[in-house]
């Protein structure tokens, strides 16, 4: 089993910057394909980012495109989603999940492990 634990959400003016993190226990996630998701209140749960285990491969969703940045760090046992230039309509719980075949993928039904959740918040 792996566990995913996401970090770094908080409240951020418009045109600011986060960095959210993801530190996985229970398993190496070195050949893992690491996705972002993010729901909003009231959406449904929507793809944001992954990486494929290579790091070579990245997918991003067109709204954060050029914007968000994912990264992942074998070593470490850990992924990170790096936010610039928020926008209000970013506002959403973000939630880190792993596919342990390694691909990297929009769908989330590809991700086995999920963790709790970080709160981002928007202001305008």
């Known amino acids: 089993q792996v566990q995913l634990v996401e970090s770094g959400g908080g409240l951020v003016q418009a045109g600011g910057s986060l960095r959210l993190s993801c530190a996985a226990s229970?398993?190496?996630?070195?050949?893992?394909?690491m996705g972002w998701f993010r729901q909003a209140p009231g959406m449904e749960r929507e793809f944001v980012a992954a990486?494929?285990?290579?790091?070579?491969?990245?997918y991003y969703a067109d709204s954060v495109k050029g914007r968000f940045t994912i990264s992942g760090d074998g070593a470490k046992n850990t992924a990170a989603l790096q936010m610039n230039s928020l926008k209000p309509e970013d506002t959403a719980v973000y939630y880190c999940?792993?596919?342990?075949w390694g691909a990297g993928s929009s769908h989330e039904e590809e991700y086995d492990y999920w963790g709790q959740g970080t709160q981002v918040t928007v202001s305008s």
């Open positions: 990486i494929g285990w290579s790091g070579g491969v990245t």
């Open positions: 999940a792993g596919d342990p």
């Open positions: 229970g398993r190496t996630i070195e050949k893992y394909g």
